[in-house]
């Protein structure tokens, strides 16, 4: 199997390992139309294939302890106007995004717990689909040269 025919079986591979993904985020609570799961893709590099995302995938899937480095107020007013959020009579929007920041700083935030599921399950797909492709080259590869032999036989 030559380095193209690699790449373009790992190109193939792409939606494949977007679906499992996404999949399994979605088990674990997390919703198929965010903008996390719509940022989740994969990318054929010089050493294989890397799982994209933003930046925040990982943390949403080992949630965050209380007491440790606060959430950015610019996300959570994001976060508050894609989801239409509205503040209470006489908030502001930096006020109901203090106040989450303030929640999430106390209580933490639950973790999913995605993100050891998503890359067992998609570097297990991976290896018995490259397993099968290979193995079937090789078989081809020593049929080949069985049947150029001159001493080979027809079967």
Avoid: C
Wanted: overall charge negative; proline content about 4%.
């Amino acid at each position: 199997m030559e380095k193209q025919d690699i790449l373009n079986l790992l190109n193939d591979l792409i939606p494949q390992l977007n679906k499992i993904t996404i999949q399994y985020m979605t088990q674990s609570g997390v919703k198929g139309s965010t903008n996390l799961t719509k940022s989740v893709g994969f990318e054929v590099t010089n050493t294989g294939i890397a799982l994209m995302a933003n930046s925040y995938w990982y943390y949403v899937s080992e949630g965050r302890r209380p007491a440790t480095r606060k959430v950015p107020i610019t996300a959570l007013i994001d976060y508050i106007k894609r989801y239409g959020l509205t503040p209470r009579n006489g908030q502001t929007i930096n006020q109901l995004a203090f106040a989450i920041q303030t929640a999430i700083y106390k209580q933490g935030i639950n973790p999913k717990n995605y993100a050891d599921k998503v890359i067992d399950a998609t570097g297990e797909f991976t290896q018995e689909l490259l397993a099968d492709e290979i193995a079937e080259d090789i078989a081809n590869e020593v049929v080949q040269v069985m049947t150029a032999t001159p001493y080979a036989t027809e079967i």
